[in-house]
Every structure is written in structure tokens, then in C-alpha cells.
């Protein structure tokens, strides 16, 4: 691997943006204790970033935030190396609430997962939205160079683009949006279309999952403002600029679900959750998610319901697991949270019998380590999404089946759906066609599958994060590459130079 010399000018700089910090400063008693969030993508963020050095701005939501930064609201992390700088944006708690609880999460996100009864729009979201935003790129404006690079993330920070564009043109910004992109129809319904629209095409790249959210993408442009769009090239031109617009699947570090879940820890916890929750002599599903509408948990527990009904002869030989983690404490997730953990009981008080439950349900965040077991040993795992970017449970299931004799059921709307064939593909709106596809699950021939799940393995190992990452990383050096000046790009032919494709040797393209 190239050693990177970290530019502390800010030239040739990589900066992150996103609304999730990678590390949170907690108080526990007297003292401060340092909290990583868990998640693929900032795990995978991190490793980048300890290898280029460089930048990450983020908003400091940890109770401890502000007194282990400098005068310039930064920290040198990981804490045991220093590889990079985390910058903390602060938000008021109005922000927080009107931004982060109220735009982002009530506007844009029922809105791109097409729930539109869920969107519920305040012209103060909007106000604090665009405060936020602001903030987040002054930030961003104090750490870069003309030629750093800013990458952008998700959906609370789509007017940062066009503003950083706008005060400092020498940037390359790029963008990856985590989410679904709906058609026109349905974001039209955005009372702010045409800022948001015009705020992410001050990028050069916008990542997204599949190619069809690129594909909505350029229609909304097309419905509401006068670019021009190249269809066949996934460009469009606007305001003097060019964007380019790419499907990049994220996925995860299949190598490390795999060890972890071939481990003999993973062995022995696999025997003490089956003798836990008394599960020796039944088949298992699992479900793992976020409190989430959009995961549909209700549409799942409402095909399990039916699934026993209609096949009773299952009953005392199938438990459902659902592990369940609240992350947004605000309505609607509460009276989610209700209304799933009372489907619950009532699936639970009908069918169960002494000494076996239907379902299980864990209403807790599991470490990682831990997961890969509930994962392994599941014959069956169910994702029900009523739309979803990509979904990595699923990947983190294939990943984890070692023993490779579980079976993988799928909502045919999440973005997941499209690189993983030997997945049973589900309709979650169909609930006979749900339950009938558990049945099928269970009463699949060994060698089906097998050949299904090896089929899955294989997709995950080829297409892991690092090739994600990869693929981003490439594209935008070649973004840089034309940026600068034909003479330059001339000397660089020979493959001598450093600068072509600076990033190349951070992550390996597997
Ligand atoms: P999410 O919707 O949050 O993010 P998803 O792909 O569903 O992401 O993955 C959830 C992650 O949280 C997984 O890594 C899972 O293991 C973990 N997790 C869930 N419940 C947990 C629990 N109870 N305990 C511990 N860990 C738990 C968005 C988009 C997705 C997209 C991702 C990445 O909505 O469509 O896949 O970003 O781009």
C-alpha cells in the first residue's frame, strides 16, 4: 500500500461530511469515555480515512463533544492513533429538532421511501434545514484547499454541494445517497424540489444504489428545471456545471462477518441463545433492523401471523427472532414501537404453547460479534422492506451463513434485490404470497438451499465494501484528473505520476 504524506494545506485534501459523527465523547461518572457508532458505513469511512488522513465533519451529538475539541472544534481520532482530524459541527436543539428530527427525518426521508402519508412538512424544518446546512459547509470551507475533495452524505446535507461550489469552484464534491430516489410524481410532493435538486448539482459525482434512483433522479431534474440532461452518459448540465450521476451498490466487510462468524465464540454463543430462548428443537428466522416504518416489521409479523394460521402443522417447530433497536425517539417511531411490540403479544398469546413461542423479540442494539451468531444460525432470514436503498442485513446474513444451508428472504423493493440472486424475492404488500414463501423457505430440499446460499456468498465476497469504496474513489480521481490541466494529465499517461489516481493505493479493489 502507497504511504500516504497527509497535506496539511488542504490541497489534495479528503474531507468527509456527514450528519453522524464516527466517534462520540460520552460522560460516564466523572470521566469521559469514547463511543463508536455502529454501523457499516462509518466503519468503513473510518478505515479510509486512517490511511489518507484528511477531515471529517460531522455534528458533535455526544454529551461530552465540546470539551475534547480544540479552539477550531477539532479532535485528532482514533484516539489511540491520531490518523485524522474530526471536526464537530454544533447544532442548536431547535436545529436539532427542526433539521435533523423535522427535514431530514419528516420530509425527505417518508418521501424518498414513498410513504407519503408519513410526510409532514413546517416551514421552520425548511428554515433550520438550510441553517444546518450552511453550517455544515462553513465548516467544511475552514479545513479545505481549492483542491481538496469534500465527499457528501445522504440526505440532511443536500444544499452543502451548491454552497461549497459557489465560494470555492476548485473543489471535486461528490455525493452518495444512502436512499432510495423516487420519480417525479412523487417528489414533486417536496415544497423545496427545486433547492434540493439544484443543491446536490453543485457536486461532480452523486453516488447512488441502484441505476433506477440515477434514472429518477435525472427525470426530477428534467420536471422541474431547465438543464441539460445526457441520459445514455448520466450527465446533466446546469448553472455552468457538470455532474455526473453513477449507481455504486454499498455493501459490507463480508471477510470479517465470515471469520467473526466461523469463530468457536460464535459456536458457543450459538448454543446459549438456542438453549436461552429454548429453540433446540425448532427451525429459526431472524430478523434484524432498525424500529423503522419503512422495514415494514409489521408487514413481516402480519405474514408470520398467517403463516401459522395457514400452516399449523409449523407451529411448536418455527420461532421468529426479531432483534428491534429504537434510533429515533420521536413520533412516529413511538407509536411504531407500540404498535409492533403489540403485534407481538398477539401473535405470541394465539399460537403460543408451553414452552414455545412464536416469536421472540429482542428490543436491543446487539454488537456485531454476537449478531453473526443470531445470523448463522437461522435457517431462514426475513427483510420486508416497503423500500430501502440497498439493506445490509441481507449481506450480512449471506456473509454470516457459513454453514451456507439458511435461506435468504427478500423484499423485491429494496435496492439489495438487484445483486442478489438466490434470494426468495418477496412482495411484502402480498401477505398470502408472504407466508407462502415462509412455507416455501422451510420446505426447501438441502441442495436448493445450498446452491442458493453459496450463490449469495459468492456475490457478497465479490462485491464487498472495499470495493464500494473503491469504485467511488477511482471515479473521482478521474474527475480530478480532468480538472487539471491538459498538460499535466499529458505527464500522467506514462503511469509515473503520483497524482493520477491518488487514491488508488488506500483501498484495494478486491
Ligand atoms: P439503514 O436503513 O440504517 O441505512 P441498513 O442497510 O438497514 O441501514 O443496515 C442497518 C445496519 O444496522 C446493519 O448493519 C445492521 O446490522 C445494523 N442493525 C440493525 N438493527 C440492529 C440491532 N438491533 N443491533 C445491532 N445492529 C443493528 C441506510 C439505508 C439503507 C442502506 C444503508 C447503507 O436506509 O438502505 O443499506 O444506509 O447505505
Known amino acids: 500500500m502507497t504511504d500516504f504524506k497527509p497535506d496539511g494545506e488542504g490541497q489534495g485534501k479528503l474531507i468527509v461530511v456527514s450528519n453522524r459523527e464516527p466517534y462520540l465523547h460520552k460522560r460516564s461518572g466523572s470521566d469521559v469515555s469514547v463511543e463508536i457508532p455502529a454501523g457499516g458505513l462509518t466503519s468503513a ?31 485528532a481520532v482514533p484516539p489511540d492513533m491520531s490518523a485524522y482530524t474530526l471536526k464537530r459541527v454544533w447544532l442548536s436543539d431547535d436545529e436539532v429538532e427542526n433539521y435533523y428530527h423535522g427535514y431530514a427525518n419528516q420530509v425527505l426521508w417518508p418521501l424518498c421511501h414513498i410513504t407519503l402519508d408519513r410526510v ?25 484547499g481549492e ?29 452518495f445517497w444512502h436512499i432510495p430516489w423516487p420519480d417525479w410524481g412523487v417528489f414533486k410532493v417536496c415544497p423545496q424540489a427545486r433547492d434540493i435538486i439544484e443543491g446536490l448539482l453543485g457536486n461532480d459525482l452523486i ?9 429518477n433522479f435525472m427525470d426530477c431534474v428534467k420536471g422541474c428545471l431547465d438543464a441539460e440532461i445526457d441520459y445514455q452518459s448520466a450527465t446533466i448540465s446546469y448553472a455552468g456545471h457538470t455532474t455526473r450521476l453513477k ?27 438456542r438453549l436461552r430462548h429454548r429453540l433446540d428443537k425448532v427451525k429459526v428466522g431472524i430478523g434484524v433492523d432498525r424500529l423503522e416504518y419503512t422495514k415494514a416489521l409489521i408487514k413481516r409479523l402480519q405474514a408470520i401471523n398467517l403463516f401459522f394460521e395457514r400452516y399449523p402443522e409449523f407451529r411448536e417447530k418455527f420461532t421468529f427472532i426479531q432483534i428491534a433497536v429504537a434510533t429515533r425517539m420521536r413520533e412516529p417511531y413511538i407509536s411504531y414501537k407500540k404498535a409492533v411490540e403489540e403485534l407481538v403479544s398477539a401473535v405470541n398469546e394465539r399460537y403460543s404453547t408451553d414452552g414455545w413461542l412464536p416469536v421472540v423479540y429482542l428490543d436491543e442494539k446487539v454488537e456485531q460479534r454476537d449478531l453473526v451468531a443470531y445470523y448463522r444460525m437461522a435457517d431462514m432470514a426475513i427483510i420486508s422492506s416497503v423500500y430501502d436503498g440497498m439493506n445490509l442485513v441481507a449481506k450480512e446474513y449471506a456473509a454470516s451463513q457459513v454453514d451456507g444451508s439458511g435461506v435468504l428472504i427478500l423484499s423485491e423493493l429494496a435496492g439489495a434485490a438487484e445483486g442478489l440472486e438466490g434470494a426468495l424475492l418477496v412482495n411484502p404488500y402480498d401477505s398470502e404470497g408472504f407466508s407462502d414463501l415462509i412455507h416455501k423457505a422451510l420446505m426447501m430440499p438441502d441442495k436448493e438451499k445450498k446452491e442458493r446460499m453459496s450463490s449469495l456468498r459468492e456475490q457478497v465476497r465479490d462485491n464487498d465494501i472495499s470495493l464500494w469504496m473503491s469504485r467511488i474513489l477511482h471515479e473521482l480521481a478521474e474527475i480530478e484528473s480532468m480538472k487539471r490541466p491538459a498538460d499535466d494529465r499529458l505527464c500522467e499517461s506514462d503511469g509515473k505520476s503520483p497524482g493520477y489516481n491518488r487514491w488508488e493505493g488506500y483501498v484495494p479493489l478486491s
Not at 53 to 68: F, I, L, Q, Y
Not at 159 to 165: D, E, K, N, S, T
Open 207 to 215: 453516488g447512488f444504489q441502484i441505476p433506477l434512483f440515477a434514472k
Open 120 to 144: 409532514n412538512y413546517r416551514q421552520n424544518f425548511w428554515l433550520d434545514y438550510t441553517k444546518a446546512n450552511e453550517a455544515f459547509a462553513r465548516a467544511v470551507l475552514e479545513e479545505a
Open 147 to 175: 483542491g481538496s475533495t469534500v465527499w457528501v452524505h445522504d440526505y440532511h446535507l443536500c444544499l452543502v454541494p451548491r454552497i461549497l461550489r459557489e465560494r470555492m469552484p476548485g473543489l471535486t464534491i461528490a455525493h
Open 247 to 273: 449507481a455504486f451498490p454499498i455493501s459490507i466487510d463480508a471477510g470479517k462477518f465470515s471469520s467473526l462468524a466461523s469463530s468457536s465464540r460464535t459456536a458457543w454463543m450459538m448454543e446459549a441463545i
Open 45 to 75: 469511512m473510518n478505515d479510509v480515512l486512517r490511511k489518507t488522513g484528511g477531515t471529517w465533519v460531522a455534528w458533535g451529538s455526544g454529551e461530552a463533544d465540546r470539551e475534547s475539541v480544540d479552539s477550531n472544534d477539532c479532535v
